[in-house]
């Protein structure tokens, strides 16, 4: 109860110390606080969910929850409030850019220089590549929405520290954010890895199946694949292991995961 009454003490002043702070913070810094803080809150609701009823009503307990309803609508309005930013600022360096390259452009013309020998390297801020015709230079990436790519990266990196719970939570958040994001079907299985963690098998094999049978064409299929039949294996369904492996010796043939189920296959010595 202690630790409880001083993360609330915490989430309540943190403001104040976010305020100190905040113009030493970039926007990816801010996003990963709010991303903390929304894990957090989570888990102090958790903690102060009971088991089962009781007849008694407690007016702190329900001030309390209260106060965590409010703390995390605020959250998801700074969450929202960020990104609008960030889409701002990232509209405001690429229009900036674009009018100060036409503004060398036409100087240049105007002295009679040569413009063919203009610079256009550099970009207001720094990060964002323009071409010689003003347009935003293409690549091979998947179009990603504000703040996706951010979103995704703190949830891996959740899940590489060990922190399956919070992962669990930052993934789930993720696919409801993003339901149509190129990262859905890595996202599905790296749950099912965040489940292994926690031991709960039957669950890590479920979002490996989902993974798969959503996004069967997707790169990481034949990663989905292996994954559920190792799953079926240590749940004890061998046989249905041993088949879902042949499966991604028979689909992806030309995938490293292809060797791995194969292995995997002649230990298991299946049939």
Same mark, same amino acid.
């Given at each position: 109860?202690?630790?409880?009454?001083?993360?609330?003490?915490?989430?309540?002043?943190?403001?104040?110390?976010?305020?100190?702070?905040?113009?030493?913070? $970039?926007?990816?810094?801010?996003?990963?606080? /709010?991303?903390? *803080?929304?894990?957090?809150?989570?888990? &102090? !609701? #958790?903690?102060? @969910?009971?088991?089962?009823?009781?007849?008694? $009503?407690?007016?702190?307990?329900?001030?309390? /929850?209260?106060? *965590?309803?409010?703390?995390?609508?605020? &959250? !998801? #309005?700074?969450? @929202?409030?960020?990104?609008?930013?960030?889409?701002?600022?990232?509209?405001?360096?690429?229009?900036?850019?674009?009018?100060?390259?036409?503004?060398?452009?036409?100087?240049?013309?105007?002295?009679?220089?040569?413009?063919?020998?203009?610079?256009?390297?550099?970009?207001?801020?720094?990060?964002?590549?323009?071409?010689?015709?003003?347009?935003?230079?293409?690549?091979?990436?998947?179009?990603?929405?504000?703040?996706?790519?951010?979103?995704?990266?703190?949830?891996?990196?959740?899940?590489?520290?060990?922190?399956?719970?919070?992962?669990?939570?930052?993934?789930?958040?993720?696919?409801?954010?993003?339901?149509?994001?190129?990262?859905?079907?890595?996202?599905?299985?790296?749950?099912?890895?965040?489940?292994?963690?926690?031991?709960?098998?039957?669950?890590?094999?479920?979002?490996?199946?989902?993974?798969?049978?959503?996004?069967?064409?997707?790169?990481?299929?034949?990663?989905?694949?292996?994954?559920?039949?190792?799953?079926?294996?240590?749940?004890?369904?061998?046989?249905?292991?041993?088949?879902?492996?042949?499966?991604?010796?028979?689909?992806?043939?030309?995938?490293?995961?292809?060797?791995?189920?194969?292995?995997?296959?002649?230990?298991?010595?299946?049939?």
């Amino acid at each position: 109860m202690i630790r409880l009454v001083a993360i609330i003490f915490a989430l309540l002043f943190a403001p104040t110390i976010f305020y100190a702070e905040e113009n030493k913070k $970039t926007l990816a810094d801010i996003r990963q606080d /709010l991303n903390i *803080l929304y894990v957090e809150v989570l888990k &102090l !609701r #958790r903690e102060l @969910s009971t088991t089962q009823t009781s007849s008694i $009503t407690s007016n702190n307990e329900a001030s309390v /929850l209260e106060r *965590l309803d409010g703390m995390e609508q605020e &959250l !998801r #309005r700074l969450t @929202s409030e960020a990104e609008n930013l960030e889409f701002r600022v990232n509209s405001i360096v690429s229009d900036s850019t674009n009018r100060v390259r036409d503004l060398e452009y036409r100087l240049v013309e105007l002295e009679g220089g040569d413009v063919s020998k203009i610079d256009f390297a550099t970009t207001l801020g720094g990060d964002l590549e323009i071409s010689m015709d003003n347009n935003v230079e293409e690549n091979s990436e998947p179009e990603l929405a504000i703040g996706e790519k951010a979103d995704y990266e703190n949830a891996q990196n959740a899940l590489l520290e060990e922190r399956f719970e919070d992962s669990l939570i930052l993934f789930d958040r993720f696919l409801d954010n993003y339901p149509d994001s190129p990262f859905s079907a890595s996202v599905i299985i790296a749950r099912g890895n965040a489940y292994e963690g926690l031991g709960e098998i039957k669950k890590a094999a479920r979002a490996y199946l989902n993974s798969f049978s959503l996004y069967e064409d997707s790169p990481v299929a034949p990663e989905a694949l292996t994954l559920l039949g190792n799953s079926l294996v240590s749940l004890g369904q061998t046989d249905a292991g041993c088949q879902t492996l042949a499966q991604v010796l028979m689909r992806f043939p030309d995938s490293d995961f292809s060797l791995e189920a194969e292995k995997m296959m002649s230990e298991l010595q299946c049939p």
